[in-house]
C-alpha cells in the first residue's frame, strides 16, 4: 500500500481503536515524539511501565557515561590520595608505601555498572589472594629462601594459573603479583623476615588490603551519588525492546496487507536492526545482573523472569527476520491484494493483541513478581490470542480455497502468504507459551548461590575447555613469555620483577591481536609514567599534598573519560591513568630535590626498558609459538561455520526429522564461527603479509554476510518441520519421485560452493589464481533446481488427494499447524536457500 512516510498506514475495520493506540505507541517510540496515548489503553500499565524503566528512555549515551564514571572514578582516587593525612598513627608504614597500587584496584574494578564492578571486584581479589597464598606457602616451605625454590615455585604456578580455566582477569592479577614476590624470595640480599607472611605489618597483608579497599571504593563509586545498576540497564531495554517488537510486528503486517512496495520497508529493516541491538544489551545486561543480588529472593525472580524474557525476543527477532525475508520476496500482485483484504482486520487485530500482551508480560518481568489480578489479565489475554489466531486460521483457510487454482492452496501466487501467516501465527504462539509461563509459579525458580559458585568452581576443570589444542597452546604461549621474562629479570637484571609484571598484563587470548594490543598498551603506559612523572616532579613535595590531590582528580577525571567513552583508546586511557595515577599517589618529601628528580627520571627510563624488552618477549614468543596468523583464523573459523550449517541441513535432507535434535546447540556453534571469523578478519587486515597477496578484506566481508543469510535460511527450511505434525509433514515431501532429484541438485551446488570458497581463499599468492578451479560450476545450472516444480506439483497432488479424504475439513485452530501453510514455508525457504547459494558462488566469482 503507497503511503506518503512511514507512519500515514491508514486504519480500517474492526481493529482501528487497537490500532491506533499501538500506532500512537509506535510513533512515541520510534520518532522519539512523547505523544499521548488514548484512554482506553490501559494507563495502569504504561505507569507501572514508565515507573520501571524511567519512561522508555534509552540508556546513556556515551559521551554522558563517560563524563559520570570519569568523575566517579577520580572522586575516589582523590579520597584515596587523601587518606594519607587521616591515616591513624598505628597503620604501619607499609601500607602507605602500597597505596599507589589502589590505583588499578579501582581502576580496572569500576566498569559499566554495579554488576560488572562486583564481577570484578571478585576478579580482582580472588587473583591477589591466590598470588599471595602462594607466596606464603612458599615462605613456609623455605623460610631462608632459594633461587632453584622460586623459579620450579613461579614456573608451577605461571602454568598451573594459565591452565585452570578462570576467568582472564583473574589470571592477570594473580600473575603480575607472582613475580615481584618470587624475585623477593629468590634474592638473597633481601631478608624474608614477616614480609611474605600474614601478620599486620606484612607486605602480602597490605597488598591484598589496598586491592580490598581499591574494590570498596570502586563500589561505592557505582553507587553513589546515585547507583548504576545492571538490573535497571536490563528493565530498560526490557520495556525499549518489547514496545519496538510490538512496533515492529504491527508495522509489518499492515505493509505486507497493503497493495504495493514503498520505501518505508527500508525503515523498518534499519529499525530491526537497532532493535536487534538493543536486545544484544539487553542479554548482556540481564545475564551480569545475577552479581547485583545472587538471585536471591526477588533478584532472583526477577532476573530468572528478565532472562525468559531474553529467550522470546531472541526467538521473535529470528521470526522477525523471515518476515522480512517474506515482505521482500512479495510482488504485491492483484491477486495478492485479493487474498490480504479479508485478512487484513483479523490479522491486526491478532498483532495488536500480540503486542499488548508482551507489553503487558514486560511489565511483569521488569516488576519481578506476578499478582493474581495480573495472572488473571494474563489469561484473558491468552484467551483472546488463542481466538484470534483461530480466526485468522479459518478467514485464511476460506479465502485461500477461493483463490487457489486447484484448492490445495500451493499456488505460486499464494505461497508467500501461506508463509507469513504461518511465521504470525507461530509468533502467536511463542507468546502464549511465554505468558504462559509467567504464571507458572514454578517455571522460573532462580538457581542457588552455592550451586552457582560450585558450578564456576568445577568450571575450571572442565575438561572440554582445558583440553583443546587452541587453549593448551595459550597456555604454552604465555605462559613461556612470563617464564622467559622472570628468568632474564632474575639472570641480567639483578632480580627485576618488572618486566615480568608487564608481561603479566599482557596475557591474551587473541594471539592474532597480540602485536597490535601490546603496542597499544606500550603507548598508555609510557604516556601515563612520563605525564604522571612530570607532575609529579612539580607538585611531589609535601607543601603542594592538597594540590596533588586536585591534581590526581584533574588526570583521572580526563583519562577515566576516555577510557570509559572511547571504544577505539579505551584501553590507552586506562594505562594512562593505572600508571600515570600511580606516580602521582607517591609519597610526597620535603623538598624535590635535583637528585630526586634524576632518580625519578631514570626509574621511569628504566621502566620504560623493560616494557620494551617485555613487549619484544612476548612478540617473538608469539611468533615462535604462532600456530597460525589471524588471516588463517579468520578463514578456518569461516569455513568451519559454513561446513558446519550446509553438512547439518544435508543430514536433515538425507536422514530426515531425527537431525533436528540438538538444532539449538548447533546454531551457537555456527554464530560463533561466524563471528570469530569477523573478528579476525579485522586483525588480518593489519598483520604483516610478506610474500603474501594483501587480505581480501572486501570479499571475506561479502562471504561473512551471505552464508550468515544462508545459515538463516536453511535453519528456517528445517525449522518448518519442527513441533507437532512435523515427522509426518517430512515423510509427505521426501516419499516423492522427485525428491532424490532436488535434494542431489541442490547439495551438489552447495559442495561446489564450500569447495571454491576454500580454493579462493585458500589462493594467498600475488601470482594469478588457477582458472580450474571454476570447472563444473557452469554445469550446476540456475538458481533454482530443475526438479523443483515437478516436486511441488507432485506435492500439490499428494495434499490434494489427503483434502479429499478429510472432505475438505479445516482442522487447525492455529495456521502455525496448517500443513500447507508449512508446506509452503519449506518450499518457498529452499527455493531462497538454492538462490543463497548461487548468489555466493556470484560473488566469490566476482571477486576473483
Not at 271 to 291: E, I
Not at 320 to 333: A, I, K, N, P, T
Not at 617 to 639: C, F, G, R
Not at 712 to 721: E, G, I, K
Amino acid at each position: 500500500m503507497a503511503t506518503s512516510n512511514l507512519w500515514s498506514l491508514p486504519f480500517c475495520g474492526k481493529s482501528s481503536q487497537r490500532e491506533q493506540i499501538l500506532y500512537t505507541s509506535m510513533r512515541s517510540t520510534l520518532t522519539g515524539q512523547a505523544l499521548s496515548r488514548p484512554d482506553e489503553f490501559d494507563p495502569v500499565m504504561l505507569e507501572r511501565l514508565q515507573a520501571f524503566t524511567g519512561g522508555l528512555k534509552t540508556w546513556r549515551p556515551t559521551f554522558t557515561h563517560g563524563i559520570s564514571f570519569g568523575g566517579r572514578v577520580a572522586v575516589v582516587c582523590c579520597l584515596a590520595c587523601a587518606s594519607r593525612a587521616i591515616c591513624p598513627d598505628w597503620m604501619p608504614d607499609v601500607y602507605l608505601s602500597y597505596l599507589p597500587s589502589i590505583m588499578p584496584a579501582i581502576i580496572y574494578t569500576l566498569y559499566g555498572n554495579f554488576a560488572t564492578t562486583m564481577m570484578y571486584t571478585v576478579q580482582g581479589i580472588l587473583g591477589t589472594v591466590l598470588a599471595c597464598m602462594n607466596a606464603y606457602i612458599l615462605t613456609c616451605v623455605a623460610s631462608d629462601g632459594s633461587q632453584v625454590m622460586a623459579i620450579i615455585n613461579f614456573v608451577l604456578f605461571c602454568f598451573a594459573i594459565l591452565f585452570l580455566n578462570m576467568n582472564i582477569n583473574v589470571k592477570i592479577f594473580a600473575l603480575s603479583w607472582m613475580p615481584y614476590f618470587s624475585m623477593t624470595f629468590a634474592d638473597p640480599d633481601i631478608h624474608l623476615g614477616t614480609r611474605l607472611t600474614f601478620s599486620l605489618d606484612s607486605e602480602l597483608t597490605a597488598i591484598i588490603f589496598m586491592q580490598c579497599a581499591g574494590s570498596v571504593l570502586a563500589i561505592l563509586a557505582a553507587l553513589l551519588p546515585t547507583p548504576v545498576t545492571a538490573t535497571s540497564h536490563a528493565r530498560e531495554y526490557a520495556a525499549t525492546t518489547a514496545n519496538a517488537t510490538a512496533e515492529l510486528f504491527l508495522f509489518v503486517a499492515k505493509y505486507y496487507c497493503g497493495t504495493s512496495k514503498s520505501l518505508e520497508i527500508n525503515v523498518w529493516n534499519s529499525h530491526l536492526a537497532a532493535q536487534r541491538k538493543a536486545a544484544a544489551k539487553m542479554k548482556v545486561a540481564t545475564k551480569a545482573a545475577w552479581w547485583e543480588g545472587f538471585d536471591l529472593g526477588y533478584f532472583g525472580r526477577m532476573r530468572g523472569l528478565l532472562m525468559k524474557h531474553v529467550e522470546v525476543l531472541e526467538d521473535l527477532d529470528r521470526r522477525l527476520g523471515v518476515l522480512q525475508v517474506c515482505v521482500l520476496r512479495e510482488e504485491f500482485s492483484e491477486s495478492h491484494a485479493k487474498v490480504m483484504e479479508p485478512v487484513r482486520p483479523v490479522l491486526v487485530d491478532l498483532v495488536c493483541a500480540m503486542g499488548e500482551t508482551l507489553m503487558a508480560a514486560t511489565i511483569c518481568c521488569t516488576d519481578g513478581s506476578i499478582a493474581e489480578d495480573e495472572c488473571e489479565s494474563m489469561r484473558r489475554r491468552i484467551s483472546d490470542i488463542r481466538k484470534l489466531l483461530y480466526e485468522v486460521a479459518s478467514t485464511f483457510s476460506s479465502v485461500r480455497k477461493t483463490q487457489s487454482a486447484n484448492g490445495t492452496g500451493l499456488d505460486q501466487d499464494l505461497r508467500t502468504e501461506s508463509f507469513f501467516i504461518c511465521e504470525v501465527s507461530k509468533c502467536a504462539e511463542i507468546l502464549v507459551v511465554f505468558a504462559q509461563e509467567l504464571i507458572d509459579p514454578n517455571s522460573h525458580s532462580p538457581k542457588a548461590i552455592h550451586l552457582v559458585v560450585a558450578g564456576a568452581i568445577r568450571n575450571w576443570f572442565d575438561p572440554k575447555v582445558i583440553t583443546t589444542s587452541s587453549y593448551i597452546y595459550f597456555v604454552l604461549r604465555n605462559g613461556i613469555s612470563i617464564v622467559v621474562a622472570f628468568l632474564l629479570g632474575l639472570w641480567i637484571w639483578d632480580y627485576d620483577s618488572s618486566m615480568a609484571g608487564y608481561v603479566a598484563l599482557m596475557v591474551s587470548a587473541k594471539p592474532g591481536a597480540a602485536l597490535l594490543q601490546n603496542l597499544g598498551r606500550m603507548q598508555g603506559t609510557v604516556l601515563g609514567m612520563l605525564v604522571g612523572n612530570i607532575l609529579f616532579s612539580t607538585l611531589g613535595s609535601k607543601e603542594h599534598f592538597y594540590v596533588q590531590c586536585v591534581a590526581i582528580l584533574v588526570f583521572e577525571f580526563c583519562t577515566n573519560f576516555i577510557y570509559h567513552s572511547s571504544e577505539e583508546f579505551g584501553a590507552i586511557g586506562a594505562l594512562l591513568a593505572v600508571f600515570g595515577g600511580k606516580v602521582l599517589m607517591q609519597q610526597g618529601t620535603d623538598e624535590v630535590s635535583p637528585e630526586d628528580l634524576l632518580h625519578m627520571e631514570s626509574a621511569a627510563y628504566h621502566a620504560f626498558y623493560m616494557l620494551a624488552i617485555g613487549l619484544a618477549v612476548n612478540t617473538l614468543t608469539d611468533m615462535i609459538l604462532l600456530s597460525a596468523p589471524a588471516s588463517t583464523m579468520a578463514k578456518e573459523a569461516l569455513l568451519q561455520g559454513m561446513d558446519r550449517s550446509f553438512n547439518q541441513f544435508e543430514n536433515f535432507l538425507v536422514d530426515g526429522f531425527s537431525q533436528l535434535e540438538g538444532l539449538g546447540s548447533f546454531v551457537g556453534e555456527v554464530d560463533a564461527n561466524f563471528a570469530d571469523a569477523e573478528k579476525f578478519s579485522l586483525e588480518a587486515d593489519q598483520e604483516p603479509r610478506w610474500h603474501k597477496a594483501l587480505f581480501r578484506t572486501k570479499l571475506f566481508g561479502l562471504l561473512i554476510d551471505k552464508l550468515r543469510e544462508t545459515h538463516a535460511d536453511l535453519l528456517t527450511v528445517q525449522r518448518s518441520f519442527q513441533g507437532e505434525g512435523g515427522e509426518e509433514l517430512f515423510s509427505l515431501i521426501s516419499e516423492r519421485p522427485s525428491f532424490p532429484a532436488v535434494r542431489r541438485e541442490l547439495l551438489a551446488k552447495m559442495q561446489r560452493t564450500q569447495k571454491l570458497l576454500r580454493d579462493v581463499l585458500g589462493h594467498e599468492s600475488i601470482g594469478r589464481i588457477d582458472p580450474d578451479i571454476l570447472n563444473g560450476v557452469a554445469d550446476l545450472g540456475g538458481s533454482q533446481p530443475e526438479a523443483l516444480e515437478r516436486l511441488i506439483a507432485e506435492i500439490r497432488q499428494e495434499v490434494l488427494a489427503s483434502s479429499h479424504k478429510k472432505h475438505g475439513k479445516f482442522e487447525p485452530g492455529t495456521m502455525a499447524l496448517d500443513q500447507v501453510c508449512r508446506l509452503c514455508t519449506f518450499l518457498e525457504m529452499l527455493s531462497r536457500v538454492a538462490k543463497d547459494v548461487h548468489s555466493t558462488l556470484a560473488v566469490t566469482i566476482e571477486q576473483l
